[in-house]
């Protein structure tokens, strides 16, 4: 439990870092510009980490056990930024970003429940509900209590999560 | 309304990406599936962006080198995001990096850091984290 917890607030605070700093990027050079950009990035630094880590086994990849759209996982991203950029560009950044963070909890519920793509299946309990249900709450509050236009909100959810 | 619909998609979106990175790297290892991810993300990017030839690649000098290495941290993030959906679940891992994820933005927006003007936290932002975290506690109880 804690050594998960761990890795999700690294990944957590990291994803705000990342959305902060591209949306500087897209400022400049456009959307699928830093798109490219930062998946390119991103894809380096992976092989690069992958080596230091796993030196020739990172290589060493089972082809057998390559199912087909593994090869096309990557398009999920292209799909993430095409959708939140429009919903952004639609809705305006509170509104969009609360319903894609929302999106995100339910969808994931569902997804633990039915154990889709063999994902190991974590059974549905009522203080799971309940536990989304309040954060779902806090996320609204959070995003449409009191606050100025924000200029961070403007964020594009490049990437990875 | 197609906004909306788009907003919902998204987040979809980003669910299922954390997923079939977890299910690929069963099969692969972790770094291979978040470089394969990338790699083919990055091909597509590359595509959509050469058909729209939507962008200004001059105005990259403009933005500050620090700026623009954030995509490598995306490494990082979904090394640790398939290791937290493997110990703990999709929907534990999501609500606990939505959490982080708004704090960290929250703490540089109210330090102004980067460059960003300086924003007050009022209460209702309190109030959203408090029960967010709420939240994480109620759904880990056992």
């Known amino acids: 439990m804690l050594m998960g917890l761990l890795f999700s607030i690294v990944a957590g605070a990291l994803v705000g870092l990342q959305n902060i700093f591209n949306s500087k990027v897209n400022e400049h050079t456009g959307s699928w510009m830093t798109t490219t950009l930062v998946l390119g990035l991103g894809f380096a630094a992976s092989l690069l980490l992958g080596v230091v880590f796993e030196g020739g086994e990172m290589f060493r990849l089972n082809m057998s056990s390559m199912q087909t759209w593994y090869w096309f996982s990557g398009i999920i991203g292209v799909g993430v930024v095409t959708c939140v950029v429009q919903g952004v560009r639609r809705l305006g950044p509170t509104f969009a970003i609360s319903i894609v963070l929302i999106t995100q909890l339910v969808t994931a519920m569902i997804w633990d429940t039915m154990g889709w793509l063999g994902l190991e299946k974590v059974p549905f309990s009522w203080n799971k509900l309940a536990g989304v249900l309040i954060l779902i709450g806090g996320i609204l509050v959070f995003k449409l209590g009191g606050r100025n236009a924000k200029t961070t909100e403007k964020v594009h959810i490049h990437d990875s999560i | ?142």
Request: proline letters at 3%.
């Open chain 2, 1 to 142: 309304m197609r906004g909306i619909l788009f907003a919902i998609l998204g987040g979809a979106f980003i669910t299922f990406q954390g997923v079939a990175n977890a299910r690929i790297s069963q099969d692969l290892g972790t770094w291979q599936a978040a470089a394969l991810t990338q790699c083919t993300g990055f091909v597509v990017a590359l595509l959509v962006l050469l058909a729209f030839k939507d962008g200004h690649p001059r105005q990259f000098k403009r933005v500050k080198p620090l700026y623009l290495a954030g995509g490598s941290f995306a490494a990082i993030v979904i090394f640790s995001n398939v290791k937290a959906i493997e110990l703990v679940g999709v929907t534990f891992s999501t609500s606990s990096v939505l959490i982080a994820q708004l704090l960290v933005t929250f703490l540089i927006d109210s330090f102004g850091w980067f460059g960003l003007p300086k924003q007050q936290m009022k209460l209702p932002q309190f109030i959203g984290i408090g029960m967010m975290i709420a939240g994480v506690v109620v759904m880990g109880w056992r």
